[in-house]
């Protein structure tokens, strides 16, 4: 009777303990789970080179505003500039930019018109990985014409001002990005002989642009 139970005791040991051998012999080295590779973060730090195109509005200041000359129209141009993101995603920059324009009025005989016009502007936003909303601010310059249309004079003047804005940036390549800009521009005011008196521009600015990034 005791060599019955010895054996039946021996033989329930070795089931309890087959399955453990047998799982050992499956699976002879541990397995490994699989690496997920980090999401790249868009940098916005480097340069970059870019086209922009909008409407300008705006009013006249010294006699041309007493004339009622409120000048608006298109403009296209240009710009370039340079961005350095910092470690908690505020983004410091700098952008240059030079437009064409067709920004002009007409009022009892005179018509203004802004040939040209840049900016040089810093750059302070916050980066949401590929969305960069921004404020910018600096120098601004321009040419203006006047001319006296009864007497076909004509006389231009390089004025200088200043210009505040804000916008948004959108990385929709690792290397393109496009952007939507508000821009107020004080270009001052300066004296015109065939006049006889100051004048100057105030501009309202929608722009949108396409940047290539370096």
């Known amino acids: 009777m005791k060599k019955i139970l010895a054996s039946g005791v021996a033989l329930a040991a070795l089931l309890v303990a087959a399955p453990a051998f047998a799982a050992d012999i499956a699976q002879p080295y541990p397995t490994k789970a699989p690496v997920v590779e980090p999401v790249p973060v868009f940098s916005w730090t480097g340069f970059y080179l870019g086209a922009n195109a909008g409407y300008a509005w705006g009013s006249s200041n010294g006699y041309a505003d007493d004339l009622g000359i409120d000048p608006a129209g298109w403009l296209g141009g240009g710009q370039v500039g340079f961005n350095y993101q910092l470690g908690n995603n505020v983004v410091i920059g700098v952008e240059a930019?030079?437009?064409?324009?067709?920004?002009?009025?007409?009022?009892?005989?005179?018509?203004?018109?802004?040939?040209?016009?840049?900016?040089?502007?810093?750059?302070?936003?916050?980066?949401?990985?590929?969305?960069?909303?921004?404020?910018?601010?600096?120098?601004?310059?321009?040419?203006?014409?006047?001319?006296?249309?009864?007497?076909?004079?004509?006389?231009?003047?390089?004025?200088?001002?200043?210009?505040?804005?804000?916008?948004?940036?959108?990385?929709f390549l690792p290397n393109w990005t496009v952007k939507a800009e508000y821009l107020y521009v004080d270009l001052g005011d300066d004296y015109y002989d065939n006049l006889g008196a100051n004048a100057g521009t105030n501009l309202n600015i929608a722009r949108v642009g396409l940047n290539y990034k370096f």
């Open 97 to 171: 930019d030079l437009q064409g324009s067709g920004i002009k009025d007409t009022a009892y005989g005179y018509e203004s018109k802004l040939d040209y016009f840049g900016t040089v502007r810093a750059r302070v936003g916050y980066a949401f990985d590929t969305v960069l909303p921004y404020v910018t601010g600096g120098f601004a310059y321009g040419k203006t014409k006047i001319t006296d249309q009864v007497l076909n004079w004509s006389e231009s003047s390089t004025q200088t001002g200043w210009t505040v804005g804000a916008g948004v940036e959108y990385a």
